[in-house]
């Protein structure tokens, strides 16, 4: 069964594909337009092509990415239209890629070049007072600037995460979402909602391959584990040396969760308007869309007659994804006062599996030393092989997810104001994250040449796990369907932290894209 959305998406988006290059069209404000079967095609995309100038020589290459992006629109009927988005690429920093072929909904760990992907193909139903949502969608929720902490039914990819805007990164799920329109009454709020979402099938999280430009570093154990002398007694009488032991790593896929019942997810919203305030009240129950791993260590003895213990170690790693559900109740509100605007959102998420730095798993020997003696006792009774436990990967934790921003817009120029925050509750571990992780944003952004030039500024600095992102960019549009963008993308901090880890990570990029 689990195959069976996987084919059925590949073949709407080729259906679609098919239909861009079959029909005869004319060029719009819209995009393309094309007749078909006496109603409107409207199709819109891009092309574009990229190159990566790594300001660091010694990490993994980021290859030229060229991609082709569609996405089509085609009303069946006054009220029901089908919509569809696929993506064609190649390249990028997809360089451990195991083939060519589209994208599963299944595998965390993967890459593929050239890759297809359809990233949506929905059913769309505009009723007198209902609107209804079937199939492969995007949707997002909150009212923040790229951090959303009530927005979870979409996962993302990380296998980009700084080239990719907020959109691009999240991955489409298949899901029914019903919006009732409230009829107008004195007593109900203004163009309120409800709205209800049922995701029958958890698409995880997408991670690059171990070897590839934006692989996790915390993620990654070193390749040599030291054990210090006297740890443990050598048969003629003694102990032992220090002495290196290889450490070898993979990262394995798992199973995701079920088609079943019980793992399908769940939400609700109820938006309103009142007093000028635009606000909603959600609520979610299924799988985290944020990433978690399990790293496990197995302890290798071979043969080796002319050493003390008459065998040689060696050690491997295997990482692999983990899934939990936890539940969310959370809120968001806007304001506009003249050219400011306010925002807020704030959520409560009930046993969200928080990350640690897994390379210091393995790093303290002294931590180890019990399981190195066992492993020593067993290899001497004739065991070739021995389970390691290297302590919690993770831990399921409480967490209160905050924040607030502010935009002014005043002549093309826009400033973004914001400070998210993430309360972890009652832990005692150390975690990849601070217990108390205050982020500050800001997005500078002006127009020049009647809109033909963008100069835009995002930056993003942690206060406690002490990161910070910078990436300048300039965009001009060269004729009305060609743009140019260059900018440069600068990463420092904590080599222990959510961003700081890919500090190494900082290049220089160039793309031109062909809009139609």
Same mark, same amino acid.
């Given at each position: %069964? ?325 539940? %969310? ?125 963008? %100069? ?61």
């Amino acid at each position: %069964m689990r195959g069976v959305p996987v084919r059925i998406e590949v073949s709407a988006c080729l259906l679609a594909g098919l239909l861009v290059g079959t029909v005869g069209s004319e060029e719009s404000a819209w995009g393309v337009q094309a007749p078909v079967a006496g109603r409107t095609l409207e199709i819109t995309g891009h092309l574009e092509a990229r190159e990566v100038i790594e300001a660091n020589g010694s990490t993994a290459e980021d290859r030229t990415f060229e991609q082709f992006s569609a996405r089509l629109r085609y009303p069946t009927s006054g009220v029901l239209a089908l919509e569809s988005a696929f993506t064609v690429q190649n390249g990028g920093p997809t360089s451990e890629h195991e083939g060519a072929g589209p994208y599963n909904l299944d595998d965390v760990f993967q890459s593929r070049s050239p890759a297809v992907e359809c990233e949506e193909a929905f059913l769309d139903a505009h009723l007198a007072r209902v609107d209804l949502r079937i199939g492969k969608q995007k949707i997002a929720w909150g009212k923040l600037d790229r951090v959303q902490p009530v927005d979870l039914l979409n996962p993302e990819r990380y296998t980009d995460p700084f080239m990719l805007e907020e959109d691009e990164r999240k991955i489409g799920v298949p899901a029914v979402q019903a919006s009732y329109f409230l009829p107008p009454r004195a007593w109900i709020p203004e163009e309120a909602r409800p709205t209800a979402v049922w995701v029958p099938q958890y698409v995880p999280f997408r991670f690059p391959r171990p070897g590839e430009r934006w692989f996790s570093p915390a993620a990654m154990p070193p390749d040599t584990f030291f054990v210090p002398a006297d740890v443990f007694p050598l048969p003629g009488g003694g102990t032992n040396p220090s002495f290196a032991v290889p450490v070898g790593f993979r990262a394995r896929n798992v199973p995701s969760p079920a088609l079943r019942l019980e793992n399908s997810g769940y939400a609700a919203r109820f938006a309103g308007f009142s007093g000028g305030v635009d606000y909603a009240l959600y609520y979610y129950h299924g799988f985290d869309a944020l990433p978690a791993f399990r790293m496990t260590a197995e302890a290798l003895a071979a043969p080796d007659p002319g050493s003390l213990l008459g065998f040689r170690f060696a050690a491997r790693t295997e990482l692999t994804p983990i899934f939990r559900t936890i539940d %969310m109740w959370g809120a968001d509100a806007a304001y506009a006062a003249g050219d400011v605007s306010l925002r807020a959102e704030a959520a409560f998420i009930n046993g969200r599996p928080f990350s640690r730095d897994l390379r210091f798993l393995i790093d303290d020997p002294q931590r180890l030393a019990p399981q190195i003696r066992e492993a020593v006792t067993q290899f001497q009774q004739g065991s070739s092989s021995v389970p390691v436990d290297l302590g919690a990967s993770f831990v399921e934790r409480d967490a209160v997810e905050w924040g607030i921003g502010a935009d002014y817009d005043l002549s093309g120029t826009l400033l973004l104001l914001q400070v998210n925050q993430t309360d972890v509750l009652d832990n005692q571990a150390d975690l990849l994250i601070k217990d108390i992780e205050t982020r500050l944003l800001a997005n500078l952004r002006k127009n020049f040449w009647h809109d033909s030039l963008a %100069m835009q500024l995002v930056a993003q600095h942690a206060l406690e796990s002490d990161y910070t992102l910078w990436l300048p960019r300039l965009t001009y549009r060269v004729w009305e369907s060609i743009e140019l963008r260059v900018g440069y993308l600068y990463i420092a901090g904590r080599r222990s932290s959510v961003g700081g880890q890919y500090k190494r990570n900082d290049q220089a990029f160039v793309r031109v894209r062909y809009l139609f």
